[in-house]
């Protein structure tokens, strides 16, 4: 998975990784991808990984922005 790999490079919490790695998978869910191989699912971990060095911590606000970011618009 993209932000498991993205994650181990970073300065993050262990709880900090739990948490974004549920707002990686919610991410996901909102945009319809199971195939983890997609370049998307990438660009997604990417964006929810620099919105949480902003110090965003809020899971919902992290997942609406990169969502956002990405152009999708539920």
């Given at each position: 998975?993209?932000?498991y790999r993205?994650l ?9 990784v739990e948490?974004?790695?549920a707002?990686y998978e919610a991410?996901l869910l ?5 195939n983890?191989?997609?370049?998307v ?10 919105i949480a060095q ?8 992290i997942c609406a922005?990169?969502?956002k970011e ?5």
């Amino acid at each position: 998975m993209a932000i498991y790999r993205m994650l181990q490079g970073a300065a993050f919490a262990p709880e900090d990784v739990e948490r974004l790695t549920a707002v990686y998978e919610a991410a996901l869910l909102a945009l319809r991808l199971s195939n983890r191989t997609d370049p998307v699912t990438e660009i997604v971990a990417k964006r929810i990984i620099e919105i949480a060095q902003t110090g965003m911590r809020d899971p919902a606000m992290i997942c609406a922005a990169a969502l956002k970011e990405i152009g999708h618009h539920p």
